[in-house]
C-alpha cells in the first residue's frame, strides 16, 4: 500500500464533510483579512477617525426624526469650527470627518449654507414631540419632514467625497459608536488582534504542551512526577485569576524595567520606545502561561499509551536513541491530538481574549472585539446595540467555524474513527 494511503484517505474524508469545508472557508477569508490588516488594509488610524454623526446605525436604517436633526446638527458644528476660525480656507483643509472635505465654494457661501442650517434646525427644535408629529403625518408633522430634508440637503450641499461612494458606505455600513468611529473598520481591524492571539498562543501553547507530555509519558519517573505536579498546580488556580494577576504584572512597567536594566535598553529599542503593555506580549504570555496545560495531560496520557506499543519496544532493542524515539516513532503519532487542541485553543484564546478587554486588562491600543463590546456599555443603555452586536457577529462566525472545524478533526484525524 502506497504511503500516501492515509492521507488520502483523510483528505477524501474531509472533502466529504461540507460543514468542515465551509468552516475553513471562513477561516480562510478571516486570515486573509488579518493578513490585509497586517500589510496596512486598514490602520490603527482608520479605527480612530470620525467617519460621522454619533451612534448612526447601520445596514441604511433611516434614524427617528429627531435623531436625524441631532446628526445634522451635529455636522453643521463641525463646518461651524473652521468656519468661524481666523482663516477658514486653511482650517477647512483639515477637516474632521474622514472620507469628507468642505465642498469647493466660497467662504461666504459656505457661511451663508451654514446660516441656513442654523435656521432650519431652530424651526425643527421648536416641534414639541418631533418623532409623534413626524409619525402622525400631521399637517406639522408633514411640514417638520420637508424641513428635515432639506436640513440634511444644506448639510450634503457643504462637503463631498474624497473617497468613492462603495467605499463610504461600507464605512458606514454597519453604523458608528458614541464616537462617530466607523464600526465596520473597528470590527475589521479587530480580526488582526484575534488571529494574532489565535495563532500565537495556539501554536505556542501546544508546542509547550506537546514537549512536556511526551516528556513526561516516555521518560516516566521523576520527570513525570515533576510535570505533573507543574500542571497541577497551574490547574488549581482558577484560569482567569492567573490571566489577571499576568497581565497586571506587565502593566506595572517592572518587567520592562528590569530587561532593560540587564541589557541596555534592548527591550525599548525593540520595541520602539513602547512598553510591553503596549503590545500583545502581556496577553501571549498569560495565555500560554495556562493553556498548556490541556494538551500536555492529553498528549502525556496518549505517550503512556504508545511507549508500550511494539514499535517502540523494538525501536529500543534496537539501540535507537531516545531522541529518535520521541520525535521520529511518538510525536506523529500525537500529531493529531496536537492539531485538534490547537484547533480548542485557538477558540479560548479569542474568547478569553475579549473577556480580558472587556476587564481593561487585555488589548491597551487599537481596538479589539472586547473593547468594543466594553466601550458599548453606555450605548446599550440608550437602545444602540449595533457596536456590540457587530463585535458580538464577527466574533461568533469565527469560533463557530473553528468549532466545526475541531469537531470535524476530531472525527477524521481521530485513529479510532479513521
Same mark, same amino acid.
Given at each position: ?90 482650517? !477647512? %483643509? *483639515?477637516? #474632521?470627518?474622514? &472620507? ?5 465654494? =466660497? /467662504?461666504?457661501?459656505?457661511? +451663508? $449654507? ?9 424651526? !425643527? %427644535? *421648536?416641534? #414639541?414631540?418631533? &418623532? ?5 403625518? =400631521? /399637517?406639522?408633522?408633514?411640514? +417638520? $419632514? ?273
Amino acid at each position: 500500500m502506497s504511503g500516501a494511503a492515509p492521507q488520502s484517505r483523510v483528505w477524501v474524508k474531509f472533502v466529504k464533510h461540507k460543514p468542515a469545508l465551509i468552516a475553513l472557508v471562513i477561516i480562510g477569508i478571516y486570515v486573509l483579512i488579518g493578513v490585509g490588516v497586517l500589510l496596512g488594509l486598514v490602520t490603527i488610524e482608520d479605527t480612530a477617525n470620525e467617519y460621522g454623526a454619533p451612534s448612526k446605525p447601520g445596514f441604511g436604517v433611516v434614524s427617528s426624526p429627531e435623531k436625524r436633526v441631532d446628526n445634522a446638527e451635529w455636522f453643521l458644528n463641525k463646518l461651524r469650527i473652521p468656519l468661524s476660525s481666523s482663516d477658514p480656507q486653511e482650517s !477647512l %483643509k *483639515e477637516f #474632521p470627518i474622514a &472620507d469628507l472635505q468642505a465642498a469647493d465654494a =466660497s /467662504t461666504d457661501e459656505l457661511r +451663508a $449654507a451654514l446660516a441656513k442650517g442654523d435656521a432650519l434646525l431652530a424651526e !425643527l %427644535k *421648536e416641534v #414639541p414631540d418631533l &418623532d409623534a408629529e413626524v409619525n402622525s403625518s =400631521s /399637517t406639522v408633522g408633514v411640514a +417638520a $419632514a420637508q424641513k428635515i430634508e432639506e436640513l440634511e440637503e444644506t448639510v450634503d450641499s457643504m462637503t463631498h467625497l474624497t473617497v468613492g461612494p462603495v467605499r463610504r458606505w461600507l464605512h458606514l455600513s454597519l453604523g458608528t459608536d458614541r464616537l462617530g468611529r466607523s464600526n465596520f473598520l473597528r470590527a475589521i481591524y479587530s480580526v488582526r488582534v484575534a488571529i494574532l492571539v489565535g495563532l500565537v498562543t495556539g501554536f505556542v501553547s501546544v508546542l509547550i504542551g506537546a514537549i512536556m507530555g511526551l516528556l513526561a509519558g516516555y521518560f516516566g519517573g521523576w520527570v513525570d512526577v515533576v510535570i505533573t505536579w507543574l500542571y497541577s498546580t497551574f490547574a488549581s488556580i482558577p484560569n482567569i485569576v492567573l490571566l489577571i494577576l499576568l497581565v497586571y504584572v506587565f502593566r506595572e512597567g517592572t518587567i520592562d524595567q528590569m530587561i532593560n536594566d540587564n541589557t541596555g535598553n534592548l527591550l525599548e529599542k525593540l520595541l520602539g520606545g513602547s512598553r510591553l503593555d503596549a503590545t500583545l506580549i502581556p496577553v501571549y504570555v498569560a495565555f500560554c502561561a495556562t493553556f498548556w496545560i490541556g494538551p500536555c495531560r492529553i498528549i502525556r496520557g496518549e505517550t503512556l499509551k504508545l511507549r508500550e506499543q511494539e514499535y517502540v519496544q523494538a525501536a529500543q532493542v534496537l539501540g535507537y536513541s531516545r531522541t529518535r524515539i520521541l520525535f521520529r516513532h511518538l510525536l506523529p503519532n500525537v500529531t493529531h491530538l496536537m492539531l485538534i487542541n490547537f484547533s480548542l485553543l485557538f477558540i479560548g484564546a479569542i474568547k478569553s481574549e475579549v473577556i480580558l478587554s472587556f476587564l481593561g486588562l487585555g488589548v491597551q491600543e487599537g481596538t479589539s472585539w472586547g473593547l468594543m463590546i466594553s466601550a458599548a456599555k453606555d450605548e446599550v443603555v440608550n437602545g444602540n446595540f449595533w457596536q456590540i452586536g457587530v463585535a458580538t457577529a464577527f466574533m461568533f462566525v469565527l469560533v463557530l467555524a473553528f468549532n466545526i472545524l475541531s469537531d470535524a478533526m476530531q472525527d477524521i484525524l481521530d485513529p479510532k474513527h479513521v
